[in-house]
RNA sequence: GCGCCUGUAGCUCAGUUGGAUAGAGCAACGGACUUCUAAUCCGUAGGCCGCAGGUUCGAAUCCUGCUAGGCGCGCCA
């Protein structure tokens, strides 16, 4: 494969590096990074391997940045190299040095900055998984919509990612919901019913157990005994939850490609065989846990367990396996399920938590290594929690008061790429507060239409140029060369960065800055499009503009796709 | 008490893994449409980068301590 420029150039340095290396006795190697200085004075590339070589070599920076130059072989598009402030190399390139990267980008289209890696590696990717017992609030949207853009970006960057959700359909939680269900179907039959404050309120709740009386006999309910009937409902019930979230899901444009069902991994014995392996390995042991810290607890009684060594894996605590009525933990099965993804194939999982499950990831993690000797392994990502708020004015989510917010309401009121692109704007350490008004509103504040608008202007050109019956010229026969300009310039090496940018984003995990670089790139383009006008009498000029309108149109499409933001040609 | 996350302009946030003079948007002020979309652009102003030490040629970035906020800390999920 051809080599860019700038890895040509760093290739070049490297080797004089290498070399110079050689004459001395050292095991360090400091590899040369070339940056885009913020300085358009300091050149097109900038490298400070000479500061790092200096204290190796025993020579000043400068001095060493001299015997660099003078050894160094650059390619023929470099036009300068100069040395600057404490031993800065600066590269200038000559005028229009790298504008075939325009070509590029169209040739390749929507494979622009993708890597294209068929022995790419599998990645088992779980997110939201929200508890079946109710639609899907705010909070799970922001994990869904990382998730998803995540899933995205490494498939762009060539890994083999399978998307997975994690269906919480065992345990309490699912009793409390049939139960509640039932209270409700009662209810529906004109019985007197007193709710506990246990039951889950929501006005779902009834819409279930109206639509279990509408295919089901209530006396067969009635005839059965309550065990049974719980069981029962509660399968209803979960059903019905998984219907409404798969629905808030596709709403918002999320597939996945499994969803795993917990209670499938305590029906299958596979939770009990994964206690027995641990057992034979003399992993467990019979223990009592001292009290909770921080927080009082009343009912508080030292009580035997069956406990996990976790500790000898990097856990603070031991952690129980099974509860004192001898059911498994909330914790075994979600090994066994991590066991099983191992299991099926995926050495490599990165699972996406609310930042509420933290203290948990690193129980799982050792509970890992002792299973499968992988290290760090899910890699999780927490995302922190969503504050929502309207005209600034934060209102709490409540279940209980009513004030619950879903995330189907939230799409409905302010659209499908509002959310999504809103989601992204933020790194997910940082707590996000999240104004429905400004979400809503069509204005400058609301970076979508921001980035929308660019793309949509780029398109309104296209149109005009089309009705003035200018073709458009074959990317070859385009001088790309004219474009000369401080704006074009600047948008070049935004276009530039682009399959950067991808690499960085996807090794660190971190979609967001995706939508940090189009708000970037939509802001370059704007400056350019004020200055340059692009439809005019200089023919050759009017076509190396279009063609650097094509192209940032096209790498604002790709990068919006990844987020699963619609680029409209028109607003 | 312990663990994880966060603290950058009045507000919301970036800051390319330690680089050169810390950047955007909003809000404020002043400009730019008989022109390819003004949902836009240009300019002015606004900073002890939470505080204090340390590491080094060089720190918003790394280390230590402190401080403020969020989340969590037995058989809930």
Redesign the pocket.
């Known amino acids: 494969m051809q080599l860019s420029l700038k890895e040509q150039i760093c290739q070049a340095l490297q080797h004089v590096v290498d070399v110079l290396l050689a004459d001395i006795d050292t095991n360090k190697t400091p590899a040369v990074?070339l940056?885009?200085?913020?300085?358009k004075?300091?050149g097109d590339y900038?490298v400070?391997i000479a500061?790092?070589l200096a204290?190796l070599l025993k020579q000043n920076p400068r001095q060493v940045a001299e015997t660099i130059l003078a050894k160094v072989q650059f390619p023929d598009a470099v036009d300068t190299a100069d040395i600057?402030?404490?031993g800065?190399i600066?590269i200038k390139l000559k005028a229009g040095g790298e504008t075939d990267i325009l070509k590029v980008i169209l040739e390749q289209a929507e494979h622009y900055g993708c890597l294209d890696n068929s022995n790419g590696e599998a990645v088992n990717l779980e997110f939201v998984s929200a508890?079946p017992t109710g639609p899907m609030h705010v909070g799970h949207g922001r994990g869904a919509v990382v998730g998803d853009a995540l899933a995205n970006l490494l498939t762009a960057r060539g890994y083999k990612v399978h998307k997975e959700y994690y269906i919480?359909d065992a345990?309490?939680?699912i009793g409390v919901l049939a139960n509640s269900v039932w209270l409700r179907m009662q209810e529906l039959q004109g019985m007197d019913i007193t709710f506990p404050d246990s039951a889950y309120p929501g006005d779902y709740i009834i819409e279930i157990a109206k639509d279990i009386l509408n295919t089901h006999d209530f006396s067969s309910f009635q005839n059965m005994d309550e065990h049974t009937r719980l069981k029962e409902i509660g399968v209803l019930s979960v059903d019905a939850n998984m219907a409404m979230i798969r629905q808030d899901l596709s709403q918002i444009g999320i597939a996945f490609d499994q969803y795993f069902s917990e209670k499938t991994l305590h029906n299958s014995g596979k939770v009990n065989q994964l206690i027995e392996k641990l057992e034979a390995d003399d992993l467990i042991y019979t223990g009592t846990?001292p009290?909770?810290?921080?927080?009082e607890?009343i009912?508080?009684?030292?009580?035997e367990?069956r406990l996990f060594r976790t500790t000898d894996f990097g856990d603070d605590v031991d952690r129980?396996l099974q509860?004192?009525d001898g059911t498994a933990?909330?914790?075994a099965a979600d090994i066994a399920y991590h066991s099983d993804k191992f299991e099926r194939g995926f050495k490599h999982m990165i699972d996406i938590w609310g930042?509420?499950?933290?203290?948990?990831i690193t129980r799982v993690q050792a509970a890992m290594k002792a299973l499968t000797g992988l290290e760090k392994q899910p890699e999780v990502l927490?995302v922190?929690?969503v504050n929502l708020t309207r005209n600034g004015v934060p209102f709490k989510m409540s279940k209980r008061a009513g004030t619950f917010v879903t995330l189907s309401e939230v799409v409905e009121e302010v659209g499908k790429d509002a959310v999504r692109f809103n989601f992204m704007?933020?790194?997910i350490?940082?707590?996000?507060?999240f104004d429905l008004e400004a979400a809503k509103a069509?204005?400058?504040?609301n970076p979508v239409?921001?980035v929308q608008?660019a793309h949509?202007?780029i398109?309104?050109?296209l149109?005009?140029a089309e009705a003035e019956g200018i073709a458009l010229a074959k990317a070859d026969d385009v001088n790309t060369s004219l474009l000369t300009s401080d704006e074009a310039a600047k948008l070049i090496k935004m276009l530039l960065a682009y399959p950067e940018l991808l690499d960085?984003a996807a090794?660190?995990r971190e979609p967001y800055?995706i939508a940090?670089y189009i708000m970037q790139l939509a802001?370059a383009f704007?400056?350019f499009?004020?200055k340059?006008?692009?439809?005019i009498d200089d023919h050759e000029l009017m076509q190396a503009r279009l063609l650097l309108l094509r192209a940032t149109a096209q790498v604002i499409k790709n990068a919006l796709a990844l987020l699963g933001v619609s680029a409209p040609e028109?607003?």
């Not at 940056?35 to 300085?39: M, N, S």
């Not at 009290?291 to 927080?295: D, H, I, N, R």
């Not at 009912?299 to 009580?303: I, N, Q």
């Not at 350490?429 to 507060?433: I, W």
């Open positions: 990074v940056t885009r200085p913020k300085q004075e300091h900038a400070n500061m790092p204290g600057a402030g404490p800065f600066n508890n919480n345990g309490n939680q846990l009290p909770p810290k921080g927080k607890v009912d508080y009684k030292p009580v367990q129980p509860k004192q933990t909330y914790f930042a509420d499950h933290g203290g948990y927490l922190q929690m704007t933020r790194r350490e940082s707590q996000f507060d069509k204005d400058a504040e239409y921001y608008y949509a202007r398109h309104a050109v149109r005009k960085s090794n660190r800055r940090t802001a704007h400056s499009y004020h340059n006008r692009v439809i028109k607003m």
